[in-house]
């Protein structure tokens, strides 16, 4: 087997995984859009309710920084308009005054639960299919 051979699928596949990537954002889009979400907004409350016990309530903003697949920037505007329609809420970390720590408020706590199914549902029919 040749190296063009072996480097043509992986481009291959590679073209599968980003189709499928791609294919997936829209759907949870469509499926969040009635909800003013979209699935970068929803990625992020999810990993606010999901935070592990150690991490609290909050969570801070530089520790979701590797986990979501926006710039920083791109990250502080999503948080900024999240807090703004009252779903997280920020506050400074006193050990450390350049920390900024991330939370989810009731009405994100509410709104997460009404939509994670149809987030689960939308990866169930494009990851399993």
Same mark, same amino acid.
């Given at each position: 087997?040749?190296?063009?051979?072996?480097?043509?699928?992986?481009?291959?596949?590679? %073209?599968? =995984?980003?189709?499928?990537?791609?294919?997936? $954002?829209? &759907?949870?889009?469509?499926? *969040?859009?009635?909800?003013?979400? /979209?699935?970068?907004?929803?990625?992020?409350?999810?990993?606010?309710?999901?935070?592990?016990?150690?991490?609290?309530?909050?969570?801070?903003?530089?520790?979701?920084?590797?986990?979501?697949?926006?710039?920083?920037?791109?990250?502080? %505007?999503? =948080?900024?308009?999240?807090?703004?329609?009252? $779903?997280? &809420?920020?506050?400074?970390? *006193?050990?450390?005054?350049?920390? /900024?720590?991330?939370?989810?408020?009731?009405?994100?706590?509410?709104?997460?639960?009404?939509?994670?199914?149809?987030?689960?549902?939308?990866?169930?029919?494009?990851?399993?299919?």
């Amino acid at each position: 087997m040749g190296a063009k051979t072996g480097g043509a699928r992986l481009e291959e596949r590679w %073209r599968e =995984i980003l189709a499928v990537h791609a294919r997936t $954002l829209g &759907e949870i889009d469509r499926a *969040l859009h009635p909800y003013g979400l /979209v699935a970068s907004d929803f990625e992020v409350l999810d990993l606010l309710a999901t935070a592990t016990p150690r991490d609290g309530e909050q969570c801070r903003v530089q520790n979701l920084v590797g986990r979501v697949h926006l710039s920083q920037s791109a990250l502080s %505007r999503l =948080i900024a308009r999240l807090e703004k329609d009252g $779903l997280v &809420e920020r506050s400074m970390c *006193l050990e450390d005054r350049r920390g /900024v720590y991330v939370g989810l408020t009731r009405k994100g706590r509410e709104l997460h639960s009404e939509v994670l199914p149809l987030q689960r549902a939308v990866l169930a029919r494009t990851l399993d299919a």
